[in-house]
């Protein structure tokens, strides 16, 4: 992949390096994304069971939208591009994982320093008070309440719900500093999440997209590949790792 070379004559094991993935990555998992013609939007209407709304509307469904999910996720392994994150973080001492996706995958397979902007499918919180449920024992397939009668519900950011502010003003301060990006499987078109690849590359950054299709941020990215995250990440890798060993 000659284009990577003058990637990486620019870095050395210091540079600050971030990992920002969407569902795209863990699609090589047998995890469908959002927007595949079989991912989690196809059987449903997305709007609906991703929010706050849905979620009053029919607790029932929504429950088992997330169990099912969970249920695949817990049978699902972290494939070749979560492992690679992990090989480049031996590599680059100063790197980040930014990720949307709520799978947990990249904690599965090793990665260190983990934002999850999204939040965690395996945590449940209380929808009024916000108090944590750890891993519920049972598949939380029908509704159960806090000791405050609030509802319990995943541990995820809906839509219209804001993201934790922490962990998104962490995400927005790491981009606006990184020396490379890996923009890897994501759409790019959930705000304000998307927004971070843009920010990158307006301070500087190079930023590299992973993806079979384009986005509206291809046009901007130093390099975009049309190819799986399991089959470009470990390629990059050997590139940088020849060049910065
Ligand atoms: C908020 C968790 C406001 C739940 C998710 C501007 C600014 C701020 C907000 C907005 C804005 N404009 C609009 C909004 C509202 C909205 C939004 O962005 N709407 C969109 C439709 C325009 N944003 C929100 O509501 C956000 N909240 O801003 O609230 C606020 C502020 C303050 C106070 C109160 C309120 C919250 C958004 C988060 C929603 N939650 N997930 C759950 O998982 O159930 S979003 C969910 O969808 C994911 O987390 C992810 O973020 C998104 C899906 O995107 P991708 O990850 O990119 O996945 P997708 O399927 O789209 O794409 C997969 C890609 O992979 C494809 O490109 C494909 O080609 C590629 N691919 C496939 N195979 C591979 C591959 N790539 C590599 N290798 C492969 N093998
Ligand atoms: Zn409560």
Known sequence: MAETITATDRFHRDSRVIFFSGAGISAESGIST????????SKYDPMKLASQAGFLEDPDLVLNWYADRRRAINQAQPNAAHRSI???????RDSVVITQNVDGLHERAGNRNILELHGNIH?????????NFESPDIEMRTLNHCECGGKIRPDVVWFGESLPLQTLQNAFEAAQNCDLMFTIGTSTQIYPAAQLPFEAKSRGAFVIEINPEPTPFSAQADISVRDDAGSALPKFYEEFYAQIK
């Open 34 to 41: 959002f927007r595949d013609p079989e991912g989690h939007w």
């Open 86 to 92: 992990s090989d480049f973080q031996k590599l680059f």
């Open 123 to 131: 945590r449940h919180k209380c929808n009024s008070c916000g108090k």
